[in-house]
Structure formats: C-alpha cells, structure tokens
Nanobody
Framework: QVQLVESGGGLVQAGDSLRLTCATS????????GAWFRQAPGKEREIVAG????????YYAESVKGRFTISRDKTKNTVSLQMNSVKPEDTAVYYC?????????????????WGQGTQVTVSS
C-alpha cells in the first residue's frame, strides 16, 4: 500500500519561492499519476497541478500557471511542486495525491492515495 508524505511547507513572503516534495513509503509511484491539491481556510479543496506517470504531461490550474512547476523523480520516487513568485492567495494546506493509472485527473474522487498535507503560508 503506497503512502504519501509531504514536506517543504512553511511561512514565506510574497514573491519568494518554495519547493514541496511528496515522498512515498510502502511502495513505488511508478504506476501512479500524481497531483497537488490545496485547501484554503473556508474554501473547498482544489487541484493545483497534475502529472502523468511518465512525467511528460502536466496540468496546471489557471491561478498557478507560469509560477508553479510539478515534476517527478522516478529514481527518488518523489513528486515535487516548485512554487515561484508566491502570493498571499496561495496560502493553504497543500496535499499530495496519487492515482493508479497513467493520466492525471482534476477531481478529488479520482485519487485513491492522499498525504496528510503541509501548510504553506504566504505573508504580504
């Protein structure tokens, strides 16, 4: 059973960069597509970015296009989210998710494995 653990969250200032990493235990992400979701206070969880199992096809929410980059390292069995030029509206708990299959999806029910989340706070 694959388990996911996020790291890299913290408190940063607007305009800074931050890198989130999703590591696995109990298995490999080799057969899984991955994604990052986020949930801000009082809001529903939303997808931020997705990546297919081979790493050559990605999806980004409009709000993060050009600022965030999702990637995966098959040798390290990780999926990462590079966050540049962060804004206060990026403040949220960020969750790593994985789904068995080759392609990413944009809705939560399509993902069967979730991490516990990591807090990202951006001050203005």
């Amino acid at each position: 059973q694959v388990q996911l653990v996020e790291s890299g969250g913290g408190l940063v200032q607007a305009g800074d960069s931050l890198r989130l990493t999703c590591a696995t235990s109990g298995g490999t992400l080799g057969r899984y597509a991955g994604a990052w979701f986020r949930q801000a206070p009082g809001k529903e969880r939303e997808i931020v970015a997705g990546i297919n199992w081979s790493g050559d096809n990605t999806y980004y929410a409009e709000s993060v296009k050009g600022r965030f980059t999702i990637s995966r390292d098959k040798t390290k069995n990780t999926v990462s989210l590079q966050m540049n030029s962060v804004k206060p509206e990026d403040t949220a708990v960020y969750y790593c998710a994985a789904r068995l299959g080759s392609s990413w999806a944009i809705t939560e029910p399509m993902y069967g494995v979730w991490g516990q989340g990591t807090q990202v706070t951006v001050s203005s």
